[in-house]
């Protein structure tokens, strides 16, 4: 029997895409959760903590290839080199990260975490791919809805950003998965790069909502580095298809 594809953050945003595509394309799969879930036609759940380091052993026992979709507000490097270290004892021989674009150049928390995780990943013996994305759709709704609820919605002009949908972030992980290991691959963009208070403003309408968009300011070297873009993906690479506008249109209504 094929040894499992042992995916952590199965049950999130981006996991709940990618297992039903592994799945299709004839794999076992193995998620890594925190919390119980029956097993599926093809699916395994097995509970484990990566930050408390429990539950690791038995979570990667037996997988040759691994999926690290993991991650939250804290925590993110030492919960990935815990993976690393029994994904290693284990004898894993691929190990895909999923990153965000940007995490070696914005000196703001989440990027220095995220290329954390990809230093733990990169500096293992397991061979690796380390895919960065753009900011997901879901998470940008997220924040609108969450900054729609303020008097004025706060919107930094020097901040661009180029979501991407999770779906098709998950069909490129999936190939990578079922693919060699390749190192840093190159970046996965949305389709448009939109300014800040321009994706505020489509929600604002999207939702018939009437707000006033506050311009801020950022501080000097997060500001710098936003400007010159160095949150955004290199010209040229493949970005993905469906739009913020498209998204919008399925998830909300005014």
């Given at each position: ?12 945003t981006l ?21 119980e879930h ?7 759940y097995v ?208």
């Amino acid at each position: 029997m094929a040894a499992p594809i042992l995916v952590t953050g199965g049950t999130g945003t981006l996991g709940r895409q990618v297992v039903p595509l592994l799945r299709d394309a004839g794999q076992r799969v193995r998620v890594l959760s925190r919390h119980e879930h029956p097993a599926s036609e093809g699916v395994e759940y097995v509970t484990a903590d990566l930050l408390a380091n429990e539950g690791v052993e038995r979570a990667v026992a037996g997988a040759e290839t691994i999926l690290h979709l993991a991650g939250g507000p804290k925590g993110d490097v030492e919960a990935t080199r815990n993976l690393v270290r029994a994904a290693a004892e284990a004898g894993a021989r691929h190990l895909v990260l999923i990153s965000v674009i940007g995490a070696d150049r914005v000196p703001v928390g989440y990027f220095r975490m995220k290329h954390g995780t990809e230093a733990a990943v990169a500096a293992s013996d397991i061979p690796w791919t380390t895919l960065r994305a753009a900011q997901f759709h879901d998470l940008v709704l997220m924040v609108l809805r969450k900054m729609a609820k303020l008097p004025a919605v706060p919107a930094p002009r020097q901040v661009r950003l180029e979501p991407v949908d999770a779906r098709d972030v998950a069909a490129r992980l999936a190939e990578l998965a079922l693919g060699s290991p390749a190192g840093l691959v190159p970046d996965l963009p949305g389709p448009t790069v939109y300014a800040a208070p321009d994706l505020v403003r489509s929600y604002l309408g999207a939702t018939a909502t009437r707000r006033p968009v506050l311009p801020l300011p950022l501080p000097p070297r997060a500001g710098r580095v936003y400007r010159e873009g160095g949150n955004l993906a290199s010209e040229g690479v493949t970005r993905g298809a469906r739009s913020w506008e498209d998204f919008l249109r399925e998830r909300v209504s005014p």
